[in-house]
Nanobody, 115 residues
Framework: QVQLVESGGGLVQAGGSLRLSCAAS????????MAWYRQPPGKQRELVAV???????NYADSVKGRFTISRDNAKNTLNLQMNSLKPEDTAVYLC?????????WGKGTLVTVSS
């Protein structure tokens, strides 16, 4: 089992920055990839960024050049640096971890970007 707890969400003006963190605990060694998803109000969940065990990263086109995903293995933490935020980035951001056929979700943290 893996437990994921997100933090760092909040209210920010358009053009501002936020840094999200996801603390992982439990069977950390079973994790292969980690990712951030988001679910805007009334919309489906979508992938924001993923980082694999070898360090390879991929981003949704909508956040490329603005968001950076990183993983601190020493601290068992996944981070998402979000710059140049836009109102359309408003969503609940969820942490995901997967490996060996298992996957886990955090409960999410709300990011609200005002115009």
């Amino acid at each position: 089992q893996v437990q994921l707890v997100e933090s760092g969400g909040g209210l920010v003006q358009a053009g501002g920055s936020l840094r999200l963190s996801c603390a992982a605990s439990g069977s950390i060694s079973s994790i292969n990839s980690m990712a951030w998803y988001r679910q805007p109000p009334g919309k489906q969940r979508e992938l924001v960024a993923v980082i694999r065990s070898g360090g390879e990263t991929n981003y949704a086109d909508s956040v490329k050049g603005r968001f950076t995903i990183s993983r601190d293995n020493a601290k068992n933490t996944l981070n998402l640096q979000m710059n140049s935020l836009k109102p359309e980035d408003t969503a609940v951001y969820l942490c995901y971890a997967g490996g060996y056929g298992m996957y886990y979700w955090g409960k999410g943290t709300l990011v609200t970007v005002s115009s």
